[in-house]
């Protein structure tokens, strides 16, 4: 076998990027350069700003109306009225005009009645009364803005008023970025076999901007050693820092660290994380050179802590912490001491309480980033937290859009997409979040107050019936609402063409077979159909394989790894397979009473009486829609 | 006298905003483009964006190792160890490498033990074992993001990975911005009497931009009704939305309103609002025309409350909403009934409450949005709130920024200044605050519980001593501890080369002074000299002029409204005045015991002993500091 390098290190978090930026201080040289104020918005001054003019520049009227000598004004009350003669005792000026000697003070026009020999007024004018006087605002020579500090359009502004038009900024640090391995390939790019299409550089250009640095993403380099070596070299004289996609483990063709101890030196290779181990730190002719892992979600967590640190330091900005909130996790989440991890979850605002519900934990969600709240991390020192304890989560949305979400937890559907994609367009504010453990995982998480809503397809295998029997069961009487939902089919799909010839379930045996995870009504559904058939699970080849939703079933079936999985029209539609009815089932919706009459409840159930829904569900296949939205059940 | 415009309307703001965006609403077109994926960081999304490929694109090895046959590992047991053969057994794979019939798991490389004939294994495989399903993370077909929604870099990422690399986006919308007046001037001209140099245009041109819309600021228009005109018009033909500032309220040449009723319709001309009154908001060709006030105090809240509304709509963007915290006002704010008010104020954290000190509330002054931590808004149905009582603040820092500042309310000194600049620096995150109420203002504001220190310069008229019998006489035994400040020269400033020959105090009558507030150490100082010369406050020409710093004062002298006034050197030395000197002073800071371990407050008292902080007195001119830092009484 190949030579492979399979001991990295493995510090602590803090302790890899202390140790980093402390090797970074003493040789990063912070760069400076002067540019015009009218473009300096979000850039970092270097030194403190002195106004070189006032402002006002001169004593100003502070309102329209005369500008008159006070002591001339002393006598005026409502019965003995004085005038004033313009020219001689008065000047009529606006707002902002210089006042000067004789005149020391305004009244204001309202104040005013004109006569035929000048303009009378009923009450004397203190000195200086409605004068703004010189430098009120801004004192030639005062500190208007301080060191390292980031410049905001008000800054712009009083800026320029106080004669400021050019400034000395931080350079906006530049990063080089490479994506290396010879099987990945650009976007715009027709995948093949084993192609990997390269994202991660783009997501790392957009995190560099966002950190008011400035990237440079190269094309991607082949796995060798001379090539990696060559680019990295010359980027490292050129730009002020480099980061190095993927290669930065221990696999065959992993050649960054080796290269980096050629070129300079490695701090850190190795760092207690999970996901985001195989993280290189890197000190290069005096420039940071971070190797960051391939897997997307590895990527971005080794982005964050390792990369932004530098970014900020050579930018001399802040680190934007997100919020932190305390939230009652959802599930179970078993962690090793060996590692820091970080579990992305969904958030929301169950009753008085907030409920964290954890995401997939796989290196390679990259769509469980995109779905998530936040972060919820566990220490490395601590094996994992139970169900119903708190935690802490990094929220990366804001509190109040997370305290304004439907949380949805139970069976999948594509409908609950089509409900989130309206909701914020219909209530902006609002939004609905969806977390998918199947229809018993759903009920299970209403009683533990952890969801607003769980939507269900669960057979009485008895009577028939859909839903009803199982939270007649569950919840106690005056507890909960079941509203309607939408009939759909289930049914097998198969690949396109169905060349194996499956009819129905009775001739699965012999197939390769993907499953539903254990509460799934369609795993419910399909063992009520085996047991009809007298067929046992142990005859499905494939039976404890498990997919979470029906588009996993789908995507499988549509790969060379199976040949059959139970699932919904829409979703054979969405991946062009075959599809061969079982038979229409009932997906709908358990609702404590407590939460119908919250307005992101109602605004939901709202949206399944709409027409622009039944639109989509017609776009999507297979739904029936007759009594979505009603509420069929008090118990 | 000129036609005057005095009655606008006064419509509350709330209601405003309302007539206004419904007024628009049938009228504006949201306008899109279809752009590549990479460039599309904060864009925001037409519709939703469905999944073109899978991810991964086919099933793959999630570890480095080698892939089997589950089936022909079955056997393996510590005891009884299975050999496998390459390429007949296994083939060894890198992470993402494609797993294909008759291969379906992956055992790692750690778990390997390479022998003569192959590997040997000590555990069997289950199926799928390691390995990661087509579409685990994103299936074909599936919606990766929402309509409406706002792109960050993992979506770019994402978007990538599923084969998506164009996609259609709201337009950003595109705002002309038109400073008018005939006074403006450009900040690169040199300013001459009367001139007020144009910055709200390029303070509204980044507002613009920070709330993802595309600015184009023209250059200034005088004040004359037919450029206005013409120059409007031919905007809102080439534009989304136009701002014209200035000529917005009832002075002499303030056009825009009638401009604006020619050319379109005017839907509301004055708010219910301070500072802010005189804005104006018009339909003209079903595009938003907005008129707002010059101050720029007022041009900023007007364009929070009316212009980012609009680009909101347009741009299809959610409103950023400021946090919102409750603090304790630290003096009383008297309102009318009849506006919304919005208070600038200073926020900081004190033992367990938020204080909020309010700042200089004129429209004109620019300094104190940049000063600011957030605002008070008082509701129009108010009268004002109490000092002590609690207030809602808007925030415009981050909480914990507020909650890591050293909170000064006192006397007022350059050097404040200085340790301001000097503390993010040495400490990232901890920021030093200060208002000016004068030395009194200060030992209140302890007393209340509002301030952490309070510098003072207070002279004891019997004993010649500065400080310690004051706070003796205002403290508790145990309380408090005075820190050592630094010495400092008060004087007489003059105009440069003293043209009334002024050699002291007793020159003072018959020359126009400008005094300090009543509380200001200063002006205790002024007071007893006055005392020991025998001259009554009557015979001083401005006695009752107040300005509240020693710059302001600086000002004064240094325009044609005043001949004198007492200050400090560094003060006469930063406009350039003459300096009589009167004698020198201590100024100190006193600070509650309790405050004295808090790591900030220790990081301020640190700084007074910093040989940097010396050097920028010695460049300010007039210090001596000594004892600096030192605690010099605990009682």
Request: aromatic share 6%; net charge negative.
């Amino acid at each position: 076998m190949a030579k492979r390098n399979l001991y990295l290190d493995t510090k602590p978090v803090e302790e890899a990027a202390e140790l980093y930026l402390n090797a970074l201080r003493p040789v990063v040289t912070i760069q400076y350069e002067t540019i015009p104020v009218t473009e300096s918005l979000n850039r970092v001054t270097r030194h403190a700003t002195y106004a070189k003019y006032s402002s006002p520049l001169f004593n100003a009227s502070a309102m329209d109306g005369i500008a008159v000598i006070s002591e001339r004004t002393v006598a005026a009350t409502e019965v003995a009225p004085v005038t004033l003669k313009e020219k001689e005792d008065y000047i009529v000026v606006d707002t902002g005009d210089p006042i000067h000697p004789p005149y020391d003070a305004v009244i204001m026009a309202e104040d005013l009645v004109e006569t035929k020999d000048g303009v009378q007024i009923t009450a004397s004018a203190a000195p200086w009364q409605h004068v703004r006087p010189i430098g009120e605002d801004i004192v030639a020579g005062e500190m208007i803005l301080p060191s390292r500090h980031k410049i905001r359009p008000i800054d712009v502004g009083v800026l320029l008023s106080a004669g400021i038009t050019r400034i000395e900024v931080v350079k906006r640090p530049r990063a080089a970025i490479f994506p290396t391995g010879t099987e990945i390939i650009e976007p715009e790019d027709t995948p093949r076999e084993g192609s990997i299409i390269e994202s991660n550089s783009r997501m790392f250009e957009n995190m560099v901007i966002e950190a008011g640095g400035e990237a440079r993403r190269f094309p991607p380099i082949i796995d060798d050693y001379e090539q990696i070596r060559d680019n990295i070299a010359k980027a490292v004289s050129e730009y002020d820092m480099v980061i190095v996609n993927a290669g930065s483990s221990a696999g065959t063709e992993d050649y960054t660290v080796h290269v980096l101890r050629e070129l300079g030196e490695v701090i850190v290779h190795g760092v207690a994380i999970k996901p985001g181990k195989p993280v290189i730190l890197a000190v290069v002719e005096g420039k940071p050179v971070i190797g960051l892992p391939g897997y997307p979600v590895s990527a971005y967590i080794g982005f964050e802590n390792f990369v932004l640190p530098v970014l900020a330091m050579m930018g001399q900005t802040a680190l934007k912490k997100n919020e932190v909130v305390t939230a009652s996790v959802s599930k179970r989440l078993v962690s090793s001491l060996r590692h820091k991890e970080y579990v992305r979850v969904k958030v929301g605002k169950v009753g008085d309480k907030m409920v964290a519900a954890p995401l997939a934990r796989g290196a390679g969600a990259a769509m469980s980033l995109v779905r998530a709240d936040g972060f919820c991390v566990i220490e490395q020192h601590s094996e994992g937290v139970e169900a119903g304890e708190p935690v802490q989560v990094e929220l990366y949305r804001d509190k109040a859009e997370v305290e304004n979400t439907v949380v949805i937890i139970g069976s999948h559907d594509l409908i609950l997409d089509v409900a989130a994609d309206m909701m914020p367009n219909l209530h902006p504010g609002m939004f609905v979040s969806s977390t998918h453990v199947g229809s018993m995982g759903g009920l299970m998480a209403l009683k533990r107050k952890e969801a607003h809503l769980a939507p269900i397809h669960l057979l009485d295998e008895e009577t028939g019936e859909y839903n009803l029997s199982y939270i007649r069961r569950l919840f106690g009487s005056g507890k909960i609402a079941l509203i309607k939902g939408v009939g759909r089919t289930q049914g097998i799909l198969v690949k396109k063409g169905n060349p194996l010839g499956i009819k129905g379930i009775e001739d699965l045996p012999g197939c390769r077979y993907v499953n539903r995870q254990r509460g799934a009504g369609t795993r419910v559904l399909f063992d009520y159909k085996l047991k009809q058939l007298g067929i046992a699970p142990e005859q499905i080849n494939g039976y404890e394989r498990e997919a979470a939703t029906h588009m996993a079933v789908a995507a499988a079936v549509g790969s060379d790894g199976a040949d059959a999985g139970m699932g919904i029209l829409s979703a054979a539609k969405a991946m062009d397979l075959d599809f061969i009815p079982v038979g229409p089932e009932e997906y709908d919706f358990a609702v404590p009473l407590e939460y119908l009459e919250l307005p992101h409840i109602k605004a939901f159930i709202e949206i399944l009486k709409m027409d622009e829904f039944y639109k989509r569900l017609d776009e999507l296949g297979g739904y029936t829609y007759e009594r979505a939205g009603e509420r069929i059940l008090n118990i």
